[in-house]
């Protein structure tokens, strides 16, 4: 699965959640939604904005762990 | 589009108050079953059922004979009509107060929630009873058909038929609850979309 490390960019920018969600024009709400690693999907747009603003990767804030299944 | 919201929830009102009124007959129609257990009781059922007024007897059909009364299955007639109607009855309550519930969402303008999923699951579930109470029923009328060659015109009157259309019935509504799951998980997808 891959999994979001928003939170730890996030604390190594010292960037707090509605800082960030003000930034990139996302309600708090959803931003939790991602920092919890309860979202579905992520659109580009959001991805693009986020990488922005923390100035980082999309790999900096994805990582992909595999299930325990495929071991 | 105000207009159409606006005949929706009289359709609504109009549907709730048919439920309510359905409630209500179904409630007082668990007498029928107790009236098919105590003519059990008493015995003579072909008699009972010969006599009734809602008997109605094809025709060119004689009186029953004293062996065709005598051979009659009491027991087994009388138990698929209280045991079917029974269900039929609960059915029917169990059916009307969930659509009611469902109705009232929908007029809340709560659309798209697991509530009515689940309301939508359960309609499936009384439809399905409705199918097992109809096939109970079909068969103790075609006791009456086969041994005093008439059919019942009363309460409880359903035939194979009738079974046919609530099995539609169930997939009918089963389509609509699996469109329905979709459209919700297509919904929740969308709101974890970020």
Not at chain 1, 13 to 19: A, F, G, L, P, T
Not at chain 2, 10 to 21: C, D, S, Y
Not at chain 2, 139 to 168: E, F, H, K, M, P
Request: with cysteine.
């Amino acid at each position: 699965m891959v999994k979001l490390t928003l939170n730890v960019v996030m604390a190594e920018r010292n960037i707090s959640s509605q800082e960030l969600a003000a930034a990139i024009d996302i309600t708090p709400a959803n931003l939790s939604i991602l920092k919890t690693g309860k979202a579905k999907a992520i659109r580009f747009s959001t991805l693009e904005k986020i990488c922005r603003v923390l100035d980082c990767q999309p790999g900096d804030i994805l990582k992909y762990v595999p299930d325990t299944a495929e071991h | 589009m105000d207009n159409m919201s606006k005949w929706l929830k009289v359709g609504i009102n109009v549907v709730v108050i048919l439920a309510n009124f359905i409630i209500v007959a179904a409630s007082v129609g668990f007498l029928w079953p107790i009236g098919y257990l105590y003519w059990g009781v008493k015995g003579n059922v072909a008699r009972s059922v010969w006599a009734n007024e809602s008997f109605l007897r094809y025709s060119g059909s004689h009186r029953p004979t004293a062996s065709t009364i005598a051979s009659f299955p009491n027991w087994p007639y009388v138990l698929l009509m209280a045991i079917g109607g029974a269900i039929m009855m609960g059915a029917a309550i169990w059916f009307c107060l969930t659509l009611r519930k469902l109705l009232k969402n929908l007029a809340a303008a709560d659309y798209f929630s697991m509530a009515n999923v689940e309301l939508v699951r359960k309609l499936v579930y009384a439809e399905c009873y409705m199918v097992l109470s109809n096939s109970l029923i079909a068969g103790g009328n075609q006791i009456t058909s086969t041994w005093l060659d008439g059919y019942n015109n009363g309460v409880l009157a359903q035939t194979w038929s009738d079974v046919a259309d609530s099995l539609v019935g169930v997939v009918v509504l089963e389509v609509i609850y699996v469109m329905y799951s979709r459209a919700m998980a297509i919904k929740t997808e969308n709101d974890l979309t970020v």
